[in-house]
C-alpha cells in the first residue's frame, strides 16, 4: 500500500498542469463508481 502511495505522489509530483486535471476528473469519476459499487452491494443484502 505504501507503494502504491508512493507512485501515486510521484506521478501527481512529476505531472503537467494538464494531466494533473486529468487525473483529478478520473480519481473523481473513480470515487463516484466505486460509492455505485458499495450501493449496488449494500441493496443486495437488504
Known sequence: MGI???AVTYTISSASSR???KIKSS???AI???G???DGV???FN
Do not use: W
Request: aromatic share 0%; no cysteine.
Open 19 to 21: 494531466q494533473k486535471n
Open 42 to 44: 449494500t441493496g443486495i
Open 32 to 34: 463516484k463508481a466505486m
Open 27 to 29: 480519481t473523481g469519476r
Open 36 to 38: 455505485d459499487v458499495i
Open 4 to 6: 502504491m502511495a508512493g
